[in-house]
């Protein structure tokens, strides 16, 4: 009788479209949701980890995980929406948060996170909530940050007579410093970054623009003209390998740990991975500012959960977001990025130092877009920086071509 | 006479070995990076063969899960190829017996129908099977689609051996009262048979490195092909080089084996002569 | 043929079969495409067909795009440099296996190793040959006193294309050899025997006996290659993605790119269509190199 009662109560509150919101875990029926990562199971990876805590402590709720590639992601998930075989959750690039928003893809969270008693919107870095944000509206969670620093290797500095601890600040200094650790006749680079053809080029190259006070969409004025111009000093002066415009950041930052590079730029992933393999001491740093007193800039990575709009369990979906949420102060020391939110209490983190830098670091960095036609501009700044590399155009013509793609897409459906 | 004579053979020899060593340079190279341990690989300048031996062959496959990788590629393969070999026989046969502007239309049409690379034609495949529910039993999936990108490469191949069979024996066998059928099946098929296996081993060692279907239409792990696996591997923020040439060592030397103990027998029957 | 003649059901069927299923797998992708080209699309409206109608627009925003003379070049000469030396080396070593010595079957056979390979796995160890710093053919070509530096292969825009072709090359080797040497197993001992009496040197044997026999066959191969170059794609994922700034992009690959990458889906069919249109001249070549070999 009393489970009649319910389950009548239920269906009332089903209908009444509150259903989303109703959090009944003893009584709903068994849900699975399908869940699209781009992590890979023989990891030890957060979106595994979650999933397997979340299903023990939600025994209604089973999560399917699939294994999706980086390069894939984007691609497969529109399609699955557009045939309607899409899955409930996805992890996707921050940038192309605004491309599926905007095609009406995802489930607005805002409603469930006003209503959520786990989720405070208050608490998260300002970056990463403009990340999964589209004309005003929530459409996504950060499962974590990331952001760009610069790796050092300090044997190398005491070697050229350099001190670990006074890292460049300035581009000049950098470059000075970089002239002074290559070393053609061992195979040692000064610097090693990624100027490569695709998305990680662009999130390499845009802190530099945005460190000379420019901008995406300003790509072509004097900031965008003065990075282009640095990073070419870098190439042709041979202070970082030619073959940094094919490599991708974990390509290059193989070198620095190799010691074939003194310096390198990339991110926090690296920590958990090949890192522990470098036999030197090494340390990191803010990257450098255009000018002495400048601006600090660096990039906003990682990829946002997401429930995509036609999902039949965006309520069961949404409390998975909420355990993602809760657990995000062991994204440092498990999962290798750093977390979306502010952490009251933070574990005694590993690398200490790095985790220091990284936490400087991400109050400077920078959201790309948000644009629904984010990959039509990227592609644009990527041939820019590319053709004025490879000496096929001039830094300034390079940007200005670029500039003529990104104006329309501006004015698009924004 | 006898003795220029092997001493030319033993030149040719000489000669051929070191073309093939040339050749097999790339996949030496990939042995050689397998078996070297991560700090050797990006030694500058590179070490031609491995200082210190790093085996990582075992914990590859195993954290990989290459058993069912390996698997699902064979049954995928196989079952490419049987599908090609019963469609693309009696119409290589036809192809090739014949000659008359429907014969030549179906030719171009074969042709044509290859112009795009799988990876253009796997969103409309994707959507059509989708529609059809054919994404239900993915693996067959692939076959399906895998065999409309072989079936073309066989017929032109097999084509090849039945214009060598001399048309007379067909005749003949019709003239002693075999039907059609009985003549293609009994007599034709028997005398191409060295293309046609020529043909079908191509095509099952082509269907085994087969990715942009695999990975567009099946969605299970576990029923995911090597191909796929060894991509995932080789993606974003991996540069554990050492074992992605590990995985490519374990996905291509069961193939080189059996094909190295067959090829003696194929190939060296078919460019013998056997057909005269 | 009177008696083919007799009973066409036998061969309609055969051949009837298989092309239906050709069609069915890959016609309609092939007509999908042609559609798409004429229409505005993108990745969301992938499901239906009632689109905008565009006309010729995607093709004309196709060549305004920057770099597309550039790209069109670059297809040119990736398929006519691989497919030209994949036939001579071909060619070379299947007359050269042809030759009777201890061996020469199973070394033959080694030749297929380039086949079976995935491209996947391919573009992985080339690119990982041709890497400027520490990569092996920089470090033999230096030792060999070759190069005074270290070329980079795949990030010097002048000579990207031209690795990519050489892997390419490799690929292809073995597809044309073995074709080649099938096609010199047909070519009948006596003819060989009859030239030899006749006092004819090797050169002349293969000027004038094995190539007029030949020719068939070599139009053959070199109309496939060029198919079978057109669809190649994995390599040039797995080496360059096309670049540095494009250097050694080429058609099948920026048709991907368009589609998947900037979700220019039109555009990226349109691209779609014009190599179809091209492998539509190729395939008609081949027809009639079947042709010639009735003849011959």
């Known amino acids: 009788m009393f489970k009649h009662a319910c389950r009548l109560a239920f269906s009332r509150l089903a209908i009444s479209g509150l259903a989303i919101l109703c959090v009944a875990p003893a009584r709903a029926a068994p849900v699975t949701l399908q869940f699209w990562t781009i992590e890979k199971p023989n990891q030890v990876t957060q979106s595994y980890a979650l999933a397997k805590e979340f299903e023990a402590k939600n025994p209604d709720i089973h999560i399917e995980i699939k294994h999706v590639d980086f390069a894939d992601v984007s691609n497969d998930t529109m399609r699955a929406i557009a045939t309607g075989a899409g899955p409930d959750l996805v992890t996707i690039d921050n940038p192309e948060v605004a491309l599926f928003a905007a095609h009406n893809a995802l489930a607005d969270l805002s409603p469930l996170i006003a209503q959520s008693k786990v989720i405070d919107p208050k608490r998260f870095f300002p970056g990463p909530l403009a990340s999964v944000t589209w004309k005003g509206h929530v459409f996504g969670l950060p499962r974590g940050s990331n952001t760009l620093v610069l790796y050092i290797n300090d044997d190398a500095f005491k070697a050229a007579g350099l001190d670990p601890a006074q890292p460049p600040a300035t581009w000049d200094a950098l470059r000075e410093d970089a002239r002074k650790l290559t070393d053609p006749a061992k195979g040692v680079y000064g610097l090693a970054f990624s100027a490569i053809g695709d998305e990680e080029g662009t999130f390499q190259f845009l802190p530099w623009v945005q460190s000379a006070g420019g901008d995406y969409d300003k790509i072509s004025g004097p900031a965008g003209v003065a990075a282009l111009t640095f990073w070419q000093s870098l190439i042709d002066e041979k202070l970082a390998s030619h073959d940094t415009l094919i490599r991708a950041q974990s390509d290059a930052f193989q070198t620095f740990v190799n010691g074939n590079a003194a310096m390198a730029i990339s991110g926090p992933w690296e920590l958990s991975g090949p890192i522990s393999t470098a036999k030197f001491a090494w340390s990191t740093a803010l990257l450098p500012v255009q000018k002495p007193g400048g601006t600090h800039a660096s990039a906003l990575g990682e990829h946002a959960f997401v429930i995509l709009h036609n999902s039949a369990h965006p309520a069961e979906a949404f409390r998975f977001l909420e355990y993602v949420y809760s657990q995000e102060g062991r994204d440092w020391n498990e999962f290798g990025m750093l977390p979306s939110i502010r952490i009251d209490n933070p574990a005694a983190p590993q690398h200490p130092q790095a985790y220091a830098t990284f936490i400087e670091e991400m109050k400077y960095a920078r959201v790309r877009g948000p644009n629904p036609h984010w990959s039509v501009i990227s592609k644009a700044i990527q041939a820019a920086f590319q053709s004025a590399l490879t000496h096929q155009a001039q830094p300034a013509a390079a940007l200005k071509d670029a500039q003529a793609i990104i104006d329309p897409a501006l004015q698009g459906d924004n | ?276 | 043929m009177k008696l083919a003649h007799q009973r066409p059901m036998f061969d309609i069927a055969m051949l009837g079969v298989p092309l239906v299923f050709l069609v069915l797998i890959c016609a309609v992708p092939v007509v999908y495409t042609v559609v798409m080209s004429f229409q505005s699309v993108d990745m969301f409206t992938i499901m239906s067909l009632r689109r905008p109608f565009v006309g010729l627009h995607n093709y004309m925003a196709l060549f305004a795009r920057p770099g597309a003379r550039h790209i069109f070049l670059n297809t040119a000469l990736f398929t006519i440099l691989s497919v030209s030396a994949q036939l001579v080396l071909g060619f070379a070593l299947a007359l050269f296996f042809n030759r009777r010595f201890p061996g020469a079957a199973t070394l033959r056979g080694v030749f297929l190793a380039g086949w079976i390979m995935p491209g996947l796995v391919v573009g992985g160890i080339w690119k990982w040959i041709f890497a400027g710093d520490n990569g092996v053919l920089n470090a033999v070509l230096a030792g060999l006193h070759l190069t005074r530096s270290h070329p980079f292969w795949l990030s010097d825009p002048a000579l990207s294309l031209y690795a990519v072709i050489v892997a390419n090359i490799w690929l292809g080797i073995p597809f044309n050899m073995i074709l080649l040497s099938v096609g010199l197993a047909a070519v009948p001992a006596d003819v060989y025997e009859a030239a030899k009496m006749d006092g004819a040197g090797p050169v002349r044997t293969f000027l004038f006996i094995t190539l007029p026999m030949m020719r068939a066959t070599i139009a053959a191969v070199a109309s496939l290659g060029v198919i079978f170059t057109l669809q190649q794609y994995d390599l040039i994922s797995g080496l360059t993605e096309g670049g540095p700034s494009n250097s050694s992009n080429v058609a099948q690959y920026w048709s991907w790119q368009l589609s998947f990458q900037v979700y220019e889906i039109g555009q990226g069919s349109a691209l779609a269509v014009l190599m179809l249109a091209f492998t539509a001249a190729v395939a008609g070549f081949y027809v009639w190199s079947t042709r010639q070999e009735q003849a011959a």
Request: hydrophobic share 55%; aromatic share 10%.
């Open chain 2, 1 to 276: 006479m006898i003795l220029p004579s092997v001493r030319r053979r033993r030149i040719d020899g000489g000669i051929g070995l070191v073309l093939a060593a040339i050749y097999l340079f790339p996949l030496y190279w990939m042995y050689a990076t397998a078996l070297k341990s991560p700090a050797e690989i990006f030694r500058n300048p590179p070490t031609f063969w491995p200082h210190t031996l790093h085996i990582t062959f075992g914990r590859v496959f195993v954290e990989h899960a290459m058993a069912h990788y390996l698997w699902n590629s064979a049954l995928i393969a196989a079952g490419t190829t049987v599908l090609t070999v019963l469609l693309g026989t009696g119409a290589a046969y036809v192809l090739a017996r014949h000659r008359n502007r429907w014969v030549d239309a179906a030719l171009f049409l074969v042709l044509l129908l290859q112009a795009l690379p799988p990876s253009l034609l796997v969103t409309p495949i994707f959507v059509a099977f989708n529609q059809l529910g054919l994404l239900a039993t993915p693996r067959f999936a692939v076959v399906l689609a895998q065999t409309g990108k072989m079936v073309p490469l066989f017929i032109v191949l097999c084509r090849a051996s039945f214009a060598q069979v001399p048309r007379e024996l067909e005749d003949a066998a019709r003239m002693d009262g075999a039907s059609r059928p009985m003549a293609f099946l009994l007599i034709m098929v028997p005398l191409a048979r060295n293309g046609i296996l020529v043909s079908a081993i191509l095509v099952f060692l082509q269907s085994m490195g087969e990715y942009v279907y695999s990975r567009s239409l099946i969605s299970s792990d576990a029923l995911q092909t090597a191909s796929v696996g060894l991509r995932g591997f080789l993606g974003t923020n991996t540069t554990d080089w050492g074992g992605i040439m590990s995985y490519s060592a374990i996905f291509v030397t069961p193939i080189l084996i059996v094909f190295a103990l067959l090829q003696t027998r194929i190939i060296g029957g078919l460019t013998a002569g056997a057909l005269k």
